[in-house]
């Protein structure tokens, strides 16, 4: 438990910036859900153009350290490749 004022004040700064990364990586992951659906339901435009917000929402996510980049990379890799995979 946090005994000085410094503490309390960190202890409290650090609860609310987790609750705000839990937010943004729930809103992330929402958005790999979404092209996920999309390439699932066989629609390749619909998988195309929630693909470019997941890439958008996952470099946000890279940029701000929220994840690493390698990370971002190999979701937006996968992605893309499910998605080049239902056009053959």
């Known amino acids: 438990m946090a005994n000085t004022a410094q503490a309390k ?5 650090g609860e609310k910036r987790r609750q705000h ?4 990586r729930s809103n992330m992951r929402t958005y ?19 693909y470019r917000l997941a890439t958008s929402a996952v470099d946000k996510m890279a ?15 996968r992605l893309n490749a499910r998605i080049k995979a239902m056009a053959a």
């Open 9 to 13: 004040k960190r202890a409290r700064q």
């Open 63 to 77: 940029t701000s350290g929220l994840i690493h980049k390698n990370k971002a990379a190999r979701h937006k890799s």
């Open 32 to 50: 790999l859900k979404r092209v996920l659906k999309a390439i699932a339901d066989g629609n390749r435009e619909l998988a195309l153009t929630e």
């Open 21 to 24: 990364n839990v937010s943004r």
